[in-house]
């Protein structure tokens, strides 16, 4: 029985080692993505590139950098075409 016993142990051990590198994986993910998106937002603003089109600076708030965060690259697109529309993204 001991026998069988290490040999379930050894599956439930790599099973859970291939959840926890599944779940490592994509919380990097999207740690580099969170990072990549407020990075973006703060050189649109650094470079002033909202001046080419006429606009102010997006605003650096809690609202435009949990959206950059959570969406990346895509949040800062939506951000930037928010910001083009005129819909403000303040409290």
Do not use: E, Q
Request: hydrophobic share 70%; net charge positive.
């Amino acid at each position: 029985m001991s026998l069988l016993a290490a040999l379930l142990a050894l599956i439930l051990v790599v099973v859970i080692a291939f959840v926890l590198y599944k779940v490592v994986k994509s919380v990097t993910t999207l740690i580099i993505n969170a990072v990549v998106g407020v990075v973006l937002l703060w050189l649109i603003n650094l470079l002033d590139l909202m001046s080419i089109v006429g606009r102010p600076d997006i605003p650096i708030n809690l609202i435009t950098v949990l959206i950059c965060a959570i969406g990346g690259v895509f949040g800062v697109l939506i951000t930037v075409v928010l910001h083009l529309l005129g819909i403000p993204l303040t409290l």
